[in-house]
């Protein structure tokens, strides 16, 4: 069965930037509508990123509109999130998703396969 895991958290000054790769083993990821999605202390999941299939649709969460960009890696076994400029309000544990269900899509019930996340801190 295919996993999923990510990499590439870590502690940034405000700022700075990340960028956080979501790895398959035992299958591609070119089969699955890929997305982000981030959990702050004390709050529900919020939708980050996502990505079709085919790699030609994208959507993005408000908050991070117009500073994160999703991407599909050119190996068909890794998703990436570029996050620059990077903000306190970003601190979160992301996680990665795929779904084989849909085109693409934003919701977190949709998606039936889920990586353990990986911490972001932003803070000086």
């Known amino acids: 069965q295919v996993q999923f895991e990510e990499s590439g958290g870590g502690l940034v000054e405000p700022g700075g930037s990340l960028r956080l790769s979501c790895s398959a083993s035992?299958?591609?990821?070119?089969?699955?509508?890929m997305g982000w999605f981030r959990q702050a202390p004390g709050k529900g999941p919020e939708f980050v990123a996502a990505?079709?299939?085919?790699?030609?649709?994208?959507y993005y969460g408000d908050p991070v509109k117009g500073r994160f960009t999703i991407s599909r890696g050119d190996a068909k076994t890794t998703v990436h999130l570029q996050m620059p400029n990077l903000k306190p309000d970003d601190t979160a544990v992301y996680y990665c998703?795929?779904?084989?269900?849909?085109?693409?899509?934003?919701?977190?019930?949709?998606?039936?396969?889920w990586g353990q996340g990986t911490q972001v801190t932003v803070s000086s």
């Open positions: 990505i079709s299939t085919s790699g030609e649709s994208t």
């Open positions: 998703a795929a779904t084989d269900g849909y085109f693409i899509t934003t919701l977190a019930n949709d998606y039936n396969y």
């Open positions: 035992g299958g591609t990821t070119d089969r699955f509508a």
